[in-house]
């Protein structure tokens, strides 16, 4: 462990990183976590509205500042986008200003501080989670409300515009290798370092299981979608037993699943029951219409479950494509399913998992890397 007890770092996140149960906070928390074990004494400023604060956040900080987000529908017509606009803090600002730590900004979210002219001269980074104008393009198309739609089209034309504050940040980190590549055809100093996830060594059981699985938070339209594809595209004819795990889904995709007699719904699984659904599984399906990110599910499937079958926008920037089974048509996503129920899930498959995982998502290894970037 590479000690480094006299290095502060305030990290600004656009939300409360506890419970970590979504892609961005997980990326938040457990490197906040990476951080403190490896002797960095963070100074944590969250932007709260919905997740209450959280004391377990604690132990792994210096400090813990919270701030409410203002929601309301005035910053829909500001020229900033919104999710900037409702992250503004007058005492924010005031606190950074106690000490001259460096500064990491957690998305294009919390950006606007890059600007703060009382801040300058100040080291600050940001972390990218997405190229987020692209992102929010791709819900606008899966999205099928009006309303929610235009709203969508409206904040991607204004991140798109808001985006170049990135070229006064000190070191832009990419989650992704596509995201590195974007932003380093428009940006200098940016670098790749990937998600830090819950993950130390894959846990994963040789042999087959009985089902597929498909897991995600069922109230997001990109799953939805994904899960009607799955069902009425793949699933739809063949005999092999299909679960569908996840939180809040929506009524018409209940209502979908319920006549397929193949399809299992598991609402809500608490995270040991999700495990064991992923652990016990013999293949974790994962497809995505958005080449966006990183889908930290992906992650999750591959410690943790045995055959991986995905589509190529899953894999995007991810470099894992060896630990996966790529099926991009319905056609040739049967024939894998078909295909994998066959074999057995050997040993040695296990050890290249291990061992292409530990190359590039090792957390011990790319904290060090993010602390002589942003410290």
Same mark, same amino acid.
């Given at each position: 462990m590479n000690q480094s007890t006299d290095k502060h770092l305030h990290l600004v996140s656009f939300d409360v990183p506890w419970p970590a149960n979504y892609g961005g906070v997980i990326d938040v928390y457990f490197k906040l976590k990476a951080l403190a074990e490896h002797g960095v004494k963070i100074h944590l400023h969250c932007f709260e509205y919905g997740r209450k604060p959280a004391p377990v956040l604690n132990d792994l900080c210096t400090e813990v500042q919270y701030y409410k987000r203002d929601i309301s529908k005035r910053h829909l017509f500001r020229q900033q986008p919104y999710i900037v606009s409702s992250r503004t803090s007058e005492q924010l600002v005031s606190n950074l200003l106690h000490d001259d730590y460096p500064i990491l900004l957690e998305g294009l979210h919390t950006c606007q501080l890059i600007e703060e002219p009382r801040l300058g001269g100040r080291k600050i980074s940001v972390r990218t989670h997405n190229v987020e104008h692209e992102y929010y393009l791709h819900l606008a198309k899966a999205e099928p409300g009006i309303f929610k739609k235009y709203y969508f089209y409206n904040e991607s034309a204004k991140l798109k515009k808001f985006e170049p504050i990135l070229s006064k940040a000190a070191a832009i980190i990419a989650i992704s290798q596509k995201d590195e590549r974007y932003f380093s055809a428009h940006y200098d100093n940016v670098h790749f370092v990937p998600a830090f996830h819950p993950h130390r060594e894959p846990q994963i059981s040789n042999g087959k299981g009985t089902y597929a699985l498909y897991h995600g938070n069922l109230s997001v339209a990109e799953n939805f979608n994904? !899960?009607?594809?799955l069902a009425t595209k793949v699933f739809n004819d063949l005999k092999t037993p299909f679960k569908v795990a996840g939180l809040n889904p929506p009524a018409h995709l209940v209502k979908l699943l319920a006549p397929i007699p193949n399809i299992e719904l598991i609402e809500n699984p608490s995270d040991a029951? +999700? *495990?064991?659904?992923?652990?016990?599984?013999?293949?974790? !399906?994962? !497809?995505? *219409?958005?080449?966006?990110g990183l889908k930290l599910k992906l992650l999750n499937t591959l410690y943790n479950g045995r055959f991986c079958l995905v589509?190529?926008?899953? +894999?995007?920037?991810?470099? +894992?494509?060896?630990?996966? !089974?790529v099926a991009n048509e319905p056609e040739a996503m049967k024939a894998a399913v078909k295909e994998l129920f066959r074999k057995s899930f050997t040993a040695r498959e296990i050890a290249l998992r291990k061992e292409k995982l530990d190359v590039l998502y090792h957390n011990g290894n790319n904290v060090e890397k993010l602390i002589r970037l942003v410290c």
């Open positions: 994904a !899960v009607k594809y029951e +999700l *495990f064991q659904l992923i652990h016990q599984a013999h293949i974790n !399906v994962s !497809v995505t *219409f958005q080449a966006t589509n190529e926008p899953m +894999l995007s920037g991810t470099a +894992l494509d060896e630990l996966c !089974v």
